[in-house]
C-alpha cells in the first residue's frame, strides 16, 4: 500500500524543503521591489547618463540660421528710407524695392505724396493687353527727377479730381529714360481707356507728342518695358494697342510722333534685353 509523502514539522527534509520555498518567495519579492526601485530612480534622475553611458547619442540636423531678406531683383530700384512727415501726413518707413512685373522701375513711393482711394478702383484681372499713351499736357522737357515727379503729381491730382481713385496708368516712363511705377498693376485695374480697361495695362510716356517729339532715351525705356511686361505677361506684341486703336475708344493719343515709334517697334516684336 502506497503511503502519502511525510509532511510533518519535524522532518528535517521537509523543514529545509519549506525553506527552500520561503526562501525563494521572499528572494522573488525583494527581486521584484529592488527592480522597480531602481526602475523608478532612472526614470527620474538617470536615465540620460545611463542611456548615454551605453548607446551612441542621436545624430541631430543642424538647425540652419534664419533666412535673411530676399535680395531685390537684378535692376530693382529701391526708395531710401525717410521719417515720418507730419506735414504732408506721410509715415515713416524703411527701405523700399520695387520688385513687381517691371523690377527695374521706380516704386510709386518715391513720387506720389499721397495714397490710392481703394475704394475707387477695381481688382486686376491676367492681363491680356498694353496700351501705350501721352499724357496729353502741355510740352515737357523736363530731365531731371524733381521736374518728373511734379509732373506725375499734376498728372495724378488731375485724375483724382475726375473722381478715380489714383493716377489711371500702371507705368510711366520719362523723358530721361526712367520708368516710375503708377497705379500698382499687382492690385488695381488702370483707368486709362474707356470701357477697355479691363486685363489692360496702361503705360505712359510724359509729354504731348502732337506737338513735341520723344526722346531717344524714352522711347528705348518703353521698348524695355513694354518687352519685360510681353515676357512677364506672355503678351503677344499683336496685343499691344495705342489708345487710338481701340475702336469706340478713339483719341489723339499717343500723338503721331509717337504713334510712329509704336508702330516700328511693335514690328519687331518689342525685343529688348530683360531685366
Same mark, same amino acid.
Given at each position: 500500500m502506497e503511503h502519502e509523502p511525510a509532511s510533518q514539522a519535524g522532518d528535517p527534509v521537509c523543514a529545509l524543503d519549506e525553506g527552500v520555498r520561503r526562501g525563494t518567495? =521572499?528572494?522573488? *519579492?525583494?527581486? =521584484?521591489l529592488f527592480g !522597480?526601485?531602481?526602475a523608478a530612480g532612472c526614470a527620474a534622475s538617470g536615465t540620460r547618463k545611463v542611456a548615454s553611458s551605453r548607446l551612441p547619442g @542621436?545624430?541631430? %540636423?543642424?538647425? @540652419?540660421? @534664419? %533666412?535673411s531678406e530676399p535680395a531685390p531683383p537684378p535692376g530693382a530700384v529701391c526708395a531710401p528710407a525717410q521719417p515720418a512727415n507730419a506735414a504732408t501726413g506721410t509715415p515713416a518707413r524703411g527701405d523700399v524695392c520695387y520688385g513687381g512685373p517691371v523690377p527695374f522701375a521706380r516704386p510709386r513711393s518715391m513720387w506720389a505724396r499721397g495714397f490710392p482711394d481703394r475704394t475707387q478702383m477695381d481688382p486686376m484681372l491676367p492681363p491680356r493687353y498694353i496700351t501705350i499713351h501721352h499724357d496729353g499736357m502741355t510740352p515737357f522737357y523736363g530731365l531731371t527727377d524733381v521736374e518728373t515727379r511734379g509732373r506725375l503729381e499734376l498728372i495724378r491730382n488731375g485724375h483724382r479730381g475726375k473722381g478715380w481713385g489714383d493716377i489711371g496708368y500702371h507705368y510711366v516712363v520719362d523723358r530721361a529714360g526712367h520708368v516710375w511705377q503708377g497705379r500698382d498693376l499687382l492690385? &488695381?485695374?488702370?483707368?486709362?481707356?474707356?470701357? *477697355?480697361?479691363? *486685363?489692360?495695362i496702361g503705360v505712359m510716356c510724359l509729354g504731348n507728342f502732337v506737338e513735341q517729339r520723344p526722346s531717344e532715351a524714352q522711347v528705348e525705356a518703353l521698348n524695355r518695358t513694354v518687352a519685360q511686361l510681353c !515676357?512677364? &505677361?506672355r503678351i503677344g506684341a499683336k496685343d499691344v494697342y495705342t489708345h487710338r486703336e481701340w475702336k469706340g475708344a478713339q483719341t489723339a493719343c499717343p500723338g503721331d510722333n509717337l504713334q510712329v515709334k509704336v508702330r516700328l517697334l511693335r514690328k519687331g516684336g518689342f525685343k529688348a534685353e530683360l531685366a
Open positions: 518567495a =521572499v528572494a522573488r *519579492r525583494t527581486f =521584484v !522597480a526601485l531602481l @542621436p545624430a541631430w %540636423p543642424e538647425i @540652419p540660421d @534664419p %533666412p492690385r &488695381y485695374q488702370g483707368a486709362h481707356v474707356k470701357d *477697355r480697361n479691363e *486685363r489692360n !515676357a512677364h &505677361y
